[in-house]
């Protein structure tokens, strides 16, 4: 769907400021908590951002799957100019805010010396992912551990509904008390 054909592009151009020092198309009327200006919400017309009601006036529908990206990183701006559709990881990218919480969260994780269970990320619990992040060897062998005891149980389980489809059964040790519940009383 264009957005830019469902308004009237004059309108939104009665209500856009050019700054002559950036030679951005700043938006004067409704702007959301986010930062970008819309337009809609009223005769029954869809909300929608500026920026891409005008894009699409002049440029036609955005690509789907693509995103506009603000070269100049104001949000309220318009210019079609300062605009280009990119994929949603390049505008996370790219994003100046984005990259630098990123950047804070790799080095706090750096400056861990253990992992979030207390094992040591010393050279022989560690395991060097390729991207830069490290694993904890110790709980990667607890999560394999548990993984297989709960494929255990469940095998376990399978193996007791199914013999008591036949009849009243014997419980085998060992057998969790979950499992225990699901076998008849004796009798039943
Ligand atoms: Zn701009
Ligand atoms: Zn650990």
Redesign the pocket.
């Known amino acids: 769907m264009i957005y830019g054909d469902r308004y009237r592009y004059d309108y939104i151009m009665a209500r856009i400021s050019p700054c002559p020092n950036t030679g951005c198309w700043l938006w004067a009327g409704s702007v959301k908590s986010n930062g970008y200006g819309q337009v809609g919400g009223k005769f029954r017309i869809k909300k929608c951002h500026v920026h891409i009601a005008v894009f699409e006036h002049l440029h036609g529908p955005v690509p789907k799957g693509l995103e506009l990206d603000h070269l100049c990183r104001v949000r309220s701006c318009c210019n079609p100019d300062h605009l280009e559709p990119v994929t949603r990881q390049e505008n996370c990218r790219r994003s100046p805010m984005l990259r630098a919480w990123a950047v804070r969260q790799q080095e706090r994780q750096k400056a861990k010396t253990r992992?979030k269970?207390g094992?040591p990320f010393d050279e022989a619990n560690t395991r060097h992912r390729p991207r830069g992040s490290r694993d904890?060897r110790?709980?990667g062998r607890i999560r394999a551990k548990n993984k297989a005891a709960k494929k255990a149980m469940e095998a376990n389980r399978d193996a007791v509904e199914a013999s008591a489809a036949d009849g009243p059964v014997l419980v085998p040790d060992g057998v969790p008390g979950d499992a225990r519940d699901l076998v008849p009383a004796a009798g039943a």
């Open positions: 992992c269970h094992h904890c110790a709980c």
